[in-house]
């Protein structure tokens, strides 16, 4: 599941992504698509992408 999520972030990744709000809700959204197909619960979805999301933000460079 973790690989399914990191390509879902970096096959959207643009130079300055981390700037570009709507990239980052396209990816958020690709990244609650891979946890709802992994069988997230629907409770944990929004947390999680948030988690995910900050954690690409620290991580990756654009």
Known sequence: MSRDILEAVETRL???WHRKR???RDIRSAV????TDA???R??????AD???????????G
């Open 39 to 41: 069988g997230c619960p």
């Open 32 to 35: 609650k698509h891979r946890l």
């Open 51 to 61: 988690e995910i999301m900050n954690l690409a933000l620290r991580r990756i460079k």
């Open 22 to 24: 709507d990239l980052q």
């Open 43 to 48: 409770d944990k979805l929004s947390p999680l």
């Open 14 to 16: 643009v130079l300055d």
